[in-house]
């Protein structure tokens, strides 16, 4: 029974053509998240694969060669999982706007090259972000600027914090910038009563929302 087992398997393998499978519908994921992108290929008996490559756009992002190991065209991001022999599935991490594409995978062995019959589209989208201003602790229109027209009274004087709420399918974060103290002068003689802007009385200011890496 083993032996006809054995026998086969043999049969099958012999049997097998030249091809790649990848997945069938494109995939879409959201910038900064990871993406794997499943894939595998199958040759005749007797082959030996030398290179294998991924390419993204028809620009090369990372080959393996039996010689000389796995090499990236672009930033590590981007790690194959595969080997020489059937797998090629490769890895994307953290996925980048510019990672959008069509990929593709050709894989070379002692007597030809093969690549597959269609590319994977790939479509990666913004971060969703939100702004919102707080102005001694009462809540302003979002943005990630806060601008004041002409016409500032005494009351536009205080502190001020923005805070940027970014999520994605598999990413979520809190950044909150150092709040800043504006003062509105209501006399021509200007002093720096704190660090921060300074406005005199009816003028303009415009405060931008700046980040010192905190996140929560």
Not at 36 to 55: H, K, N
Request: aromatic content about 12%; overall charge negative; proline content about 5%.
């Amino acid at each position: 029974m083993e032996a006809l087992l054995l026998l086969a398997l043999s049969i099958l393998t012999a049997c097998q053509d030249w091809g790649v499978t990848l997945p069938a519908d494109p995939l879409a994921e959201r910038s900064g998240s990871c993406v794997t992108i499943p894939c595998s290929y199958t040759y005749p008996e007797g082959q030996l694969v030398r290179a294998v490559t991924w390419s993204q756009n028809k620009e090369r992002i990372v080959e393996l060669t039996a010689a000389a190991g796995q090499g990236y065209g672009k930033a590590e991001r981007v790690q194959f999982l595969g080997d020489l022999q059937h797998n090629c599935t490769v890895r994307l991490n953290p996925l980048a706007l510019g990672d959008r594409g069509a990929y593709s995978f050709e894989f070379q062995t002692q007597s030809q090259s093969w690549r597959s019959p269609r590319a994977l589209c790939l479509t990666v989208s913004g971060l969703d972000q939100f702004y919102f201003w707080v102005h001694n602790y009462e809540d302003l229109p979002r943005g990630p600027s806060l601008q004041f027209e002409q016409g500032t009274t005494l009351s536009y004087g205080g502190n001020y914090t923005c805070t940027e709420w970014v999520s994605g399918t598999r990413l979520g974060y809190l950044a909150i910038s150092p709040t800043t103290y504006v003062a509105i002068l209501d006399s021509i003689d200007w002093y720096q009563l704190s660090p921060g802007p300074m406005a005199g009385f009816g003028a303009g200011v415009l405060l931008l929302f700046l980040l010192s890496n905190l996140r929560v």
